[in-house]
């Protein structure tokens, strides 16, 4: 099946400090990407929605400027937490949606990235 | 507005049947998801009913009633492994993911 990679899989960072998480889909291009986000013994909640070329559509709820996303590529999506604090302590996943004539609506996890803040 | 409902919790014994509910409510519906979450882990793709009826993959079987809102995910020959999350969600008319809060599922020998 297709592979969505993400990375890292750990980061810790201190408090004010900015993180990067990479979202690759391997075998395929993925039109759509989606970040979530979820908290201890909760279910994902959708950040972002991210079509490549274009401006992420953010739920309601999420800072765009604080959660910034760039999905430059048909293969890669980053997700940026700008000024890190210890309540985005969290774990943050990437899903991809291939689109197109080859698109089931299923859709590829990555590994995700848990992120504690300091 | 939008609302996926299946059990908090089951349990269940090696070697049996279960069979985890799921109902929903969505504005328009592109389709039914279930997925599998070990603790500290991404969910990962189990199977997906976008017409009525039984699918069925191996040990993992799927249902779907549109016209009733409701899912079914059944799960044989319970293995020890099989203990996770199990997560319900429906795709409404924007291709989006609605998510139920998962069901629990603790596999006793």
């Known amino acids: 099946g297709a592979v969505v990679s993400q990375h890292p899989s750990w980061v810790i960072c201190k408090s004010g400090t900015s993180v990067k998480i990479e979202c690759r889909s391997l075998?395929?291009?993925?039109?759509?990407m989606f970040w979530y986000r979820q908290f201890p013994k909760q279910s994902l909640m959708l950040m972002a929605t991210?079509?490549?070329?274009?401006?992420?559509?953010?739920e309601q709820g999420v800072e765009k400027d604080k959660f910034l996303i760039n999905h430059a590529s048909l293969t890669l999506s980053t997700l940026t937490v700008t000024s890190a604090h210890p309540e985005d302590s969290s774990f943050y996943i990437c899903?991809?949606?291939?689109?197109?004539?080859?698109?089931?609506?299923?859709?590829?996890f990555g590994e995700g990235s848990r992120l504690t803040v300091l | 507005g939008q609302n996926i409902d299946q059990p908090t919790e089951m349990t269940a014994t090696e070697g049996a049947i279960v069979q985890i509910n799921c109902t929903y409510q969505?504005?328009?519906?592109?389709?039914l998801f279930w997925y599998q979450q070990h603790a500290g882990e991404a969910p990962t793709f189990l199977s997906y009913?976008?017409l009525d009826g039984l699918e069925e993959k191996g040990r993992f079987s799927s249902f779907l009633s549109r016209s009733k809102g409701y899912s079914y995910l059944l799960l044989k020959e319970l293995q020890m492994k099989d203990s996770a999350s199990y997560l319900c969600?429906?795709?409404?008319?924007?291709?989006?993911?609605?998510w139920g809060a998962g069901t629990k599922l603790i596999i006793k020998p």
């Open positions: 899903s991809a949606r291939e689109g197109g004539l080859g698109d089931t609506g299923e859709l590829f």
């Open positions: 075998d395929f291009q993925a039109t759509t």
């Open positions: 991210s079509n490549e070329g274009s401006k992420a559509t953010y």
């Open positions: 969505t504005s328009g519906f592109n389709g």
């Open positions: 009913n976008v």
């Open positions: 969600a429906a795709m409404d008319s924007n291709y989006q993911l609605i």
